[in-house]
């Protein structure tokens, strides 16, 4: 905070003395002149005679704000610790998942594979079966057959 008002203050005078001179400017070193009053607020704020209305001096502010910062650092790497368990257990659930799906794979082309098999037995033990029919019903066929053609030739 202390750090924040002293480039305010810098920010604002700065703004006052040189605002509308900053787009016209063609030269690198154009507000030297602007170090005199830098030195001096540095040193204003430096000093640790100066306190503020508070009483508190401007290093005591110094150091509450560095405790701030050490807070919500703490809390950020604290956070940060709580992500990397999260993001360890998310490996080892994607890990676990993968090897599941693995399996699962590999158990669903074995009953693919078992599911040709058995298509294939079937379809063997079918062609068996039409196989028996038609040596057992040929002879039948045949005999009505000669029937039919012997008395189409007799009648016609």
């Known amino acids: 905070k202390l750090a924040f008002s002293y480039l305010d203050e810098l920010?604002?005078?700065?703004?006052?003395?040189?605002?509308?001179?900053?787009?016209?400017?063609?030269?690198?070193?154009?507000?030297?002149?602007?170090?005199?009053?830098?030195?001096?607020?540095?040193?204003?704020?430096?000093?640790?005679?100066?306190?503020?209305?508070?009483s508190e001096s401007n290093l005591d502010k110094l150091n509450g704000e560095l405790q701030d910062v050490t807070r919500i650092m703490t809390k950020n790497m604290?956070?940060?610790?709580?992500?990397?368990?999260?993001?360890?257990?998310?490996?080892?659930?994607?890990?676990?998942?993968?090897?599941?799906?693995?399996?699962?794979r590999k158990a669903?082309?074995?009953?693919?594979?078992?599911?040709?098999?058995?298509?294939f037995h079937c379809q063997t033990i079918l062609a068996d079966n039409r196989i028996a029919l038609i040596r057992k019903w040929a002879p039948v066929g045949a005999v009505g057959l000669f029937i039919i053609v012997f008395i189409y030739a007799k009648f016609f």
């Open 78 to 104: 604290e956070e940060l610790l709580w992500r990397g368990d999260s993001l360890d257990r998310m490996s080892h659930l994607s890990t676990s998942l993968r090897s599941e799906s693995a399996k699962y």
């Open 108 to 119: 669903a082309r074995n009953i693919n594979t078992q599911g040709t098999f058995i298509y």
């Open 11 to 54: 920010t604002k005078e700065f703004e006052r003395v040189y605002g509308d001179k900053v787009e016209g400017v063609r030269k690198p070193y154009a507000f030297v002149g602007f170090d005199t009053f830098m030195s001096k607020t540095a040193r204003l704020y430096r000093d640790t005679r100066s306190a503020t209305a508070s």
